[in-house]
Nanobody, 118 residues
């Protein structure tokens, strides 16, 4: 399974960005994905969960408290996972990583930089 993230950039505080992550691989691998989502890592900080959703569309997504009400995660049958980020704040500045996991394996994208200026 390979994940390709895109959509990062520089934005002013209060602005919006959409991150996208395309998932590729064999059908046998992709069908085993149970969660997809986004983490972020700011300089000097540990990587933290931003948002996560189950590959089953009936499952409600989870968000970090710091982004609730501002970020929206969406997906497409484990082939794609997007993160719409609204009302961005300087503290949202970080490298954002998409991920997908099966019961036994976690896959990571290459990371995309998001910088929010004040």
């Amino acid at each position: 399974v390979q994940l390709q993230a895109s959509g990062g950039g520089l934005v002013q505080a209060g602005g919006s960005l959409r991150l996208s992550c395309a998932v590729s691989g064999t059908s046998e691998s992709i069908v085993k994905i149970i969660y997809m989502g986004w983490y972020r890592q700011a300089p000097g900080n540990q990587r933290e969960l931003v948002a996560r959703m189950g590959s089953n569309s009936g499952e409600r997504p989870n968000y970090a408290d710091s982004v609730k009400g501002r970020f929206i995660i969406s997906g497409d049958n484990a082939k794609k996972v997007d993160l719409l980020m609204n009302s961005l704040k300087p503290e949202d500045t970080a490298v954002y990583y998409c991920y997908a996991r099966t019961r036994n394996v976690a896959y990571w994208g290459q990371g995309t930089q998001v910088t929010v200026s004040s």
